[in-house]
């Protein structure tokens, strides 16, 4: 069993920037993908950033490629998602998730709470 926090989300200003944390439970961090998914009102769950570990390949969700980065410290087991020049169209709960191995967003089975981003004109 995994559990997640995640932690930093908040208001901003559009143009701003956030860093989002999560920590996760368990001594084998380095073996499952992380994920970053966000949630809008109305809206389905969209699947942000991807970082399966193990020197696998990052994926970004073409609406926040070069404007958000996916991190990872396996030493603290946490995942971080640095949000720069953010948009309105940002605004979502944002969840952070891990699967064993995991590289598609079907793999990922813990969630955290999520965190609310909001940003404003």
């Known amino acids: 069993q995994v559990q997640l926090v995640e932690s930093g989300g908040g208001l901003v200003h559009a143009g701003g920037s956030l860093r989002l944390s999560c920590v996760a439970s368990?001594?084998?961090?380095?073996?499952?993908?992380m994920g970053w998914f966000r949630q809008a009102p109305g809206k389905e769950r969209e699947t942000v950033a991807v970082?399966?570990?193990?020197?696998?390949?990052?994926y970004y969700a073409d609406s926040v490629k070069g404007r958000f980065t996916i991190s990872r410290d396996n030493a603290k087991n946490t995942v971080y998602l640095q949000m720069n020049g953010l948009k309105r169209e940002d605004t979502a709960v944002y969840y952070c998730?891990?699967?064993?191995?995991?590289?598609?967003?079907?793999?990922?089975?813990?969630w955290g709470q999520g965190t609310q981003v909001t940003v404003s004109s």
């Open positions: 368990g001594r084998t961090f380095s073996y499952y993908g």
């Open positions: 998730a891990a699967g064993f191995q995991a590289t598609t967003p079907n793999e990922f089975h813990y």
């Open positions: 970082n399966p570990g193990s020197g696998g390949t990052i």
